[in-house]
């Protein structure tokens, strides 16, 4: 009921005529930030994913779009986001209200190096941010280790509004 309430109010507009729709991936630009390596340390990396919106209205973004890599063949990686533990199916995840010229971000983490035994790792070469229905490609670089025969997995928290630009 609290949480129903939240999403409510999160996303009632102040006028019927500001209703936001879904983004539209045209609208979006994606770029990742490794901040001059402050992602790395003790096997571990990141990178800052920032989404701003160039569409001449507000539009709603997925709270955590789903992303998927991809080799330089062009080849799916088995990379996956880590599934938060607590509430299942999953808490609800409110989708974040970007205003033209607004960025959002998230702080992506995965382990860099082989800690596991046995180990095994990947490179990304680029990633799809799926937008909806729609999907964003953009070059990326990330070198994601996990424990063999498994899916390797990275941490994507909740998108953040960040302002304008």
Not at 45 to 74: E, K, N, V
Not at 118 to 132: E, F, K, L, N, T
Request: glycine share 8%.
């Amino acid at each position: 009921m609290i949480t129903a309430l939240l999403i409510a109010l999160a996303l009632t507009p102040s006028s019927p005529s500001e209703t936001p729709t879904a983004c539209r991936a045209q609208d979006l630009s994606i770029t990742f930030d490794s901040k001059d390596g402050e992602f790395n340390g003790m096997s571990h990396s990141g990178t800052l994913m920032s989404i701003r919106q160039h569409g001449s209205s507000t539009c709603l973004l997925p709270g955590i779009p789903q992303l998927s890599f991809t080799d330089a063949d062009g080849k799916p990686l088995p990379v996956a986001r880590v599934v938060p533990r607590g509430m299942h199916p999953g808490p609800v995840i409110v989708p974040v209200k970007l205003a033209p010229g607004a960025t959002a971000t998230s702080a992506l983490r995965w382990v860099s190096g082989e800690v596991y035994d046995p180990s095994r790792c990947v490179d990304a070469a680029r990633v799809s941010v799926a937008i909806g229905k729609e999907t964003v490609k953009v070059p990326f670089t990330g070198h994601f280790c996990g424990v063999a025969n498994q899916t390797i997995r990275f941490e994507q928290p909740v998108l953040q509004p960040a302002g304008h630009s």
